[in-house]
C-alpha cells in the first residue's frame, strides 16, 4: 500500500464539526475514520461519577454523522475513550448510542467493544508483584488507594484496535485510550513506519486545532506514505502552516519533542515541516523508539466527598483592608460553631472549609504576585466537603449565617457582611472527586487489561446484500 | 524594554494530564522569537521564581521550529483537588506576560 488516507471528524466526539467538511472529507476517500471520545481534562469528577463532559444529544448527533458515513463507505471507524473517562460506565452509555442510532437508520455492522475499566484484584496483583510504577509526580498508591477507588481505567495503545480489526469489525468503541494509538493502529498495521503514524495520530486526534486560526471544532484529513504524511483541514477556510503542525505538539504535553505510548517514545527532535500549498503541509523525520516495557498509563478517581458551596460578595472597604485576618477569624468561627453543634461526632479531619478570595487571589492562590487588592469589591467562594451531603449543607449554612454578622472594629452594632445573591444562600454539589493514580502498569501484554467483545448490530445476511449492491 | 506579552502572539497554560502544568509562549515571526530567546530572560530558573519552584523541578525547552518557547512544571494543585482553583490549567500564565524583553 502506497498511501493511506485519514479523516479525523473533530477533536472530541460530541464536541461538534461541520458536516459540510465531513463531506468534503469523505470524498477523498478515507480508509477508515478515528475519533476521540474522551480526556482527563474535564476533571476527576466524570471518571469518578460515571458522568460524561458531553451532552447525550450532541454526541448522538456527531455520532450519527460519523457512522453514517463510515458505513457508506464501508470503512472502519475507530472511537477512544468513550464517554470521556473510557471507563465501563462510559462505554456502555456510548455504546448505547451506537445501538440507537444503527436501530434508527437500519444499520449492520460488526462492533467492538473494548473495556479499559480495571478489576482491582488484578491492579492489587500487579502491585504486589512490583509492576505498578510512579511517573512523576505521583500520589502515594497502594491497596487501600484501589478500594477506595471509584473507578481506575488503563489507557490503550494501539493493540487492542488491531486485534479488533483482525477479528472483522466494521466499528470500534473503546474505553479509556491514547489518542494518538486510535489514529495510528491502521497506518502502523499496513506497514507505515510507525514514526509517521504516531506523529500524523498526534495532529489528527485533536481534529482541526493544529490549524492557523480554528474557529469551530472541525475536521482534519491526513495522507500517510512511506516516510511523511501531510496533514489538511477539508475546509479550504481553514489553513495549516508549518508553524502551527509544530506548535501542535507543544499542546497539553509536558515535552513538546517526546511523547510517550505504551510501546514505545515518539520523538519528534527531528521532524521536518514544509509547506505543500498554502494550506496543507509535509511532515518527515518523525522517530518511533521501541520502549523495553509495555507500559499502561493509570488514571483513578476517588471520592472525597460531599459538597456544599456559598457565594457571596463584599463590597465595604473597611471589610475589604482586612479580608485577610476576617476570613481567618470566619474560619475559626465556623470550626467553633460545628464542634458545639456535632461535638465528638465530628473531628476537624472529617470537613474541609475553602475559602477563596477572588478579586485578591482566587485564579492563583499562594502563587499570586500580585499582593495588593485593587479591587473595589471581592467575591468569596466558600466550600464545605463532609463525609454526606446533609453535613455538608449543615455546615454551609453554619458558613452562611457566620459570615453575615462577622463584626470588625470599624463599625458598633450588628453588620451583615456577606451580600448572598442565591436564596438558598447554599447550592449543594453532590460527590466530589481527585485523581488518585499517576502510574503505570507493566503487563503480560497488550490486551490483558482490555477485554474486548463483538456484538452484531442488524443482521449479517443485510451486512452481505450491503457488499453485494 | 518590551513586555513579553507584546512580543508573543500566544502566551498560555493548561494541564498536561491532572498533575502537570504546561506553558507555551509562541511567536508569530523569527525576529520576535530570536529576540526573546537571545535575550536571555526567559529562562528556567525565570519560570521557577515565577512559580515558586526549584530550577530543578521545571522542564524548559525552546522550540526553534514552531517559533515557541515552552516550560512545564508539577501543577501546584492536583487537577480538581480541593484546593485547586484552575479545573484546566488555563489562567496560571499571567505572570509571565509582564516579563520584560529587552
Known sequence: MEEMRILSPTGVCGSGFL??????????????????????????????SGQPAFPREATKRDLRIMLLGARRIDVPLLIGSAGTAGGDVHLDWFCDIVHEIAAEEGLSFKLAKIHAEQKHDYLKKRLREGRIKPLQPAPEFNEGVIDRASCIVGMMGAEPYMRALEAGADVIVAGRSSDTAIFASIPVMRGFPEGVAWHMGKILECGAAAVVSRKTPDCMFAWVR????????????????????????LYENADPYKLVECSGTLDLTDSRYEAVSDRAVKVSGSAFIHAPRYTVKLEGAEKVGYQSVIIGSVRDPFIIRQIDNWVEQLEGRIHARVKQIYGERMSPEQYFINIRIYGKNGTMGPLEPVKEIRSHELCLVIEATAPTQDIASSIAGVVRHQALHLPIPEWSGLITALACPYNPAHLDRGAVYRFNVNHVVEPDDPYEMFPTEYVQIGTASKQRQRAAA | MTMLANLARLIRSKNAGPFELTFDIMFDDAAKYRRVKESGVLTRERIAACYGLEPSQVKFFLCDNALAVKASIPRPCFQGDLRDADGHGGQQYAPLMDIEVP
Open chain 1, 19 to 48: 458536516e459540510e467538511s465531513f463531506e468534503k472529507a469523505l470524498a477523498k476517500k478515507p480508509h477508515f475514520i478515528g475519533c476521540d471520545g474522551g480526556s482527563t481534562d474535564p476533571g476527576p469528577s466524570h471518571l469518578g
Open chain 1, 226 to 249: 512511506k516516510d511523511h504524511f501531510v496533514v489538511e483541514a477539508p475546509d479550504e477556510r481553514l489553513r495549516c502552516t508549518p508553524q502551527s503542525i509544530a506548535s501542535h505538539s
